[in-house]
């Protein structure tokens, strides 16, 4: 098991662009997150999966924004005509629901988006 | 909503000091709550997960404690380090079935030799 992980790191676009990212989760988790964190703040909440289910939706969540988890496995998150406001630090968490509980949260090493 | 308050927001101590970060939450219908810890442009490490059900979890020099009554969690690091220096998070999820977790804005520890 090698944790959260995300790709790619860092992204540098133009405004306009459209950009995606792609998280895989741990593999027995079967719930997934994304948070967007901008300096000094603490991480937003933007939607989250439990399996390929899209369970809720942030109202940061634009039309521009969408997420998918089509085999609840790997998820993506796609950001359709970038402006500058959307450059932040995009999370990804995954942790495992069971019958009575929730695991903690764990937390990738994010992508840095950076529109100019 | 639930909003998540963390105090101080920046805290610089010399080397060895124990100390006490705040978390204070509004809405005290939580499901569990949990301290992370940022080091610059990196991801977040999860310390300690607390259920509502607990009182407190302790995880080597960390020792992390809920008084879900008064919305308020407390994290104490002992005999702290300058490998401490990072932000502390302080996250709570309202519920098993709402995953969202809300976070405070951190605090920002810098330990010195």
């Known amino acids: 098991d090698t944790g959260v992980s995300q790709d790619p790191r860092h992204k540098i676009t133009k405004r306009g662009q459209n950009v995606t990212f792609r998280c895989d989760p741990i593999?027995?988790?079967?719930?997934l997150y994304w948070y967007r964190q901008t300096l000094g703040q603490g991480p937003e909440f933007l939607t989250y999966f439990q399996n390929e289910a899209q369970l809720e939706k942030s109202r940061l969540l634009s039309d521009r924004f969408s997420a998918e988890r089509p085999k609840g496995s790997f998820s993506t998150l796609e950001i359709q005509r970038t402006e500058q406001g959307d450059s932040a630090m995009y999370l990804c968490a995954s942790s495992r629901r069971g019958v009575d509980r929730e695991t903690e949260a764990f937390f990738g090493q994010g992508t840095r988006l950076t529109v100019v | 909503k639930q909003e998540v308050t963390q105090i101080p927001a920046a805290l610089s101590v010399p080397e060895g000091e124990n100390l006490v970060l705040n978390c204070s939450f509004t809405d005290s219908a939580i499901y569990n709550l949990q301290w992370f810890r940022q080091d610059p442009g990196k991801g977040l490490t999860s310390l300690l997960l607390i259920q509502s059900s607990q009182r407190e979890q302790t995880s080597g020099r960390l020792n992390a404690s809920l008084d879900k009554s008064s919305g308020r969690s407390t994290l104490y690091i002992a005999a702290s380090q300058p490998g401490d220096s990072a932000t502390y998070l302080c996250?709570?999820?309202?519920?098993?079935?709402?995953?969202?977790?809300?976070f405070g804005r951190g605090t920002q520890l810098t330990v010195w030799p």
């Open positions: 593999s027995e988790h079967n719930r």
């Open positions: 996250a709570v999820r309202r519920g098993s079935t709402l995953g969202r977790l809300y």
